[in-house]
């Protein structure tokens, strides 16, 4: 995972200065070990100076079907109302950190939280975003 966060911090010119994590169900977490949106934001942050990290922003707090055997529109529905702000952020600019968006539905989701909170400037980071 460290050369890929490398290469992606490579292409990002005017980074956020707070980089947030796509949260996961806590028995996922457990299950791998690890938070893999997590990881990547922490290795970034190590390539790009001068930003900080918040692993707590957000919270799963529904537990949701795997995404990937579902269309686009089930996708929005299947995230819907699964996450909730736990805190606000330090920031009026800030990145959400996903492995992979697939139709954007978890981080549309996400960002509409955000802007409740009128965070301005929302910049989405990914290893791997798929084709429509």
């Known amino acids: 995972m460290p050369p890929l966060s490398k290469l992606l911090a490579k ?13 996961t169900q806590l ?33 799963k707090h529904r537990q949701t079907a795997t995404q990937k055997s579902l269309n686009r529109q089930q996708r929005m ?5 699964a996450f ?4 606000r952020p330090t920031s ?4 959400i950190i996903d492995d992979v968006v697939t139709t954007g539905a978890t981080v549309r989701h996400l960002s509409e939280l955000l802007l409740e ?16």
């Open 27 to 59: 028995h996922v977490e457990l299950k791998r070990g690890f938070n893999l949106s997590e990881l990547i934001m922490l290795q970034l942050a190590q390539h790009l100076p001068e930003v900080k990290t918040a692993d707590s922003i957000f919270r």
């Open 84 to 87: 909730s702000l736990q805190q």
């Open 92 to 95: 009026k600019h800030v990145a």
């Open 11 to 23: 292409r990002i010119s005017e980074p956020a200065p707070l980089l947030i994590c796509v949260p």
């Open 117 to 132: 909170v009128n965070v301005e400037k929302i910049d989405i980071y990914c290893l791997c975003r798929t084709p429509k």
């Open 77 to 81: 529905e299947n995230v819907r109302q």
